[in-house]
């Protein structure tokens, strides 16, 4: 076993309740002149020790980052990385007033189906290394470009070579081909694909989105997800996105873990999310009303009524091609009334949460040695320089 003292921190969030004298304003756990002595015995390297830098134990390394502030690493638990293709100029017509369906989709269907495995493999490696340079330490990863058997198996396991959240997202919506019998594709989902996807998969995910003709609908929604729940994977959803819809309810109903986009919420889908605060997350996504032109949800309200929030990227080649988690805070803290502390929460702690994790998220003993560094000496320099890189995963053991 070897360890590694982290040191010369300036400011440490450490997200952990029960650090002694940590100002655990906003949850934060923060401590200043701080230290963190990481342990890389075991398959991941873990904290073994928080603390005042003067209290610091002995390691066998030293690391010193001079004065930055260390968060935890940023968790993207919305991300659509498997994909070739190019639709920069259905972004461009955005924003100039087309609105955004769903429709797509398709685009980016021909032309992942169309790539190789190494030229998919190369592409999500890419994405990956972009948003490690920008603090990100876990991705969940959706399938949901291939809308087929073979090409939805195939995301998954390529996708299950970088992260091990990965999300079957068979149901993202019904391909060209199955449009004349939606029923016929939502069998093959939940039959044969599902099949097929789900040993390379932990979770499953559906788009219910009535308001949309290439989405499905809530009774389609609910047998996908039933189905993937008898195979042995875990729910989630995108709802809520384009108008008011069953999304919520029906996360709610059968304890998905995140309900994600929430960009329309009646007040009884606040009501529920406040009832099911312990078990599902409503999951933010600023990133795409940037790049659609759509309304930002009310994340104040959704923090003041004690819903529980994440942030995420959602990556994708459609509505927000942006791996930053750390642009994703400023847009919570500038458009939906979060303070920074409850944006970098929802960014981290949040995060893990909608991804069932306890050993991400944090920064404690026994959590994963999961550290972000920021060129900065405050958490609070992410909102307040918007788009400046000043965030980059640590790694504990190059010398």
């Not at 993202?172 to 199955?178: D, L, M």
């Not at 959704?302 to 990556?315: K, W």
């Not at 003993?365 to 992410?382: E, F, I, K, Q």
Request: hydrophobic share 40%; net charge negative; proline share 6%.
């Amino acid at each position: 076993m070897t360890t590694t003292l982290v040191s010369g921190i300036a400011e440490l969030v450490t997200n952990d309740p029960h650090l002694e004298g940590a100002d655990q304003g906003e949850g934060l756990g923060l401590l200043r002149d701080a230290a963190v002595v990481i342990s890389d015995d075991g398959d991941h390297p873990t904290v073994q020790w928080v603390g005042p830098e003067g209290r610091a134990p002995q390691a066998d390394r030293k690391v010193d980052v001079e004065g930055r502030a260390v968060i935890p690493g940023f968790v993207d638990s919305h991300s659509h990385l498997v994909f070739a293709g190019d639709r920069s100029a259905e972004f461009a017509a955005r924003m100039t007033g087309q609105p955004y369906d769903g429709g797509g989709i398709a685009v980016t269907m021909a032309a992942t189906r169309a790539a190789t495995d190494d030229e998919l493999r190369r592409l999500v490696a890419d994405r990956v290394e972009e948003m490690r340079a920008q603090g990100t330490t876990t991705v969940e990863i959706k399938s949901g470009y291939g809308l087929d058997t073979d090409n939805e198996a195939r995301a998954l396991r390529i996708a299950r070579e970088f992260t091990e959240e990965t999300t079957f997202l068979g149901a993202h919506v019904v391909p060209p081909e199955a449009r004349e019998d939606r029923d016929a594709y939502v069998r093959l989902v939940t039959g044969p694909m599902l099949d097929a996807c789900a040993p390379h998969a932990r979770w499953i995910d559906v788009f219910c989105e009535p308001n949309s003709a290439h989405a499905f609908t809530e009774e389609e929604s609910r047998r996908v997800l039933q189905a993937g729940r008898a195979k042995g994977l875990e729910l989630r959803l995108h709802g809520n996105q384009l108008g008011h819809g069953p999304g919520v309810q029906l996360a709610v109903e059968l304890g998905a873990a995140s309900i994600d986009h929430c960009t329309y919420l009646s007040d009884r889908d606040v009501e529920a999310l406040v009832g099911a605060a312990d078990t599902t997350v409503a999951t933010l996504l600023p990133g795409v009303e940037f790049s659609t032109r759509s309304p930002y949800p009310d994340g104040r309200a959704l923090i003041d009524a004690g819903v529980s929030i994440a942030l995420a990227t959602d990556c994708n080649p459609g509505t927000c091609y942006s791996s930053s988690m750390p642009l994703v805070i400023a847009l919570a803290v500038r458009e939906m009334g979060l303070t920074p502390g409850e944006a970098l929460r929802a960014a981290t702690a949040g995060a893990a949460k909608a991804l069932r994790r306890n050993d991400i998220g944090w920064i404690g003993v026994g959590s994963r040695a999961d550290l972000t560094v920021l060129a900065a000496p405050s958490y609070l320099h992410l909102p307040y320089r918007p788009g400046v890189p000043i965030a980059f995963a640590l790694d504990p053991t190059a010398a």
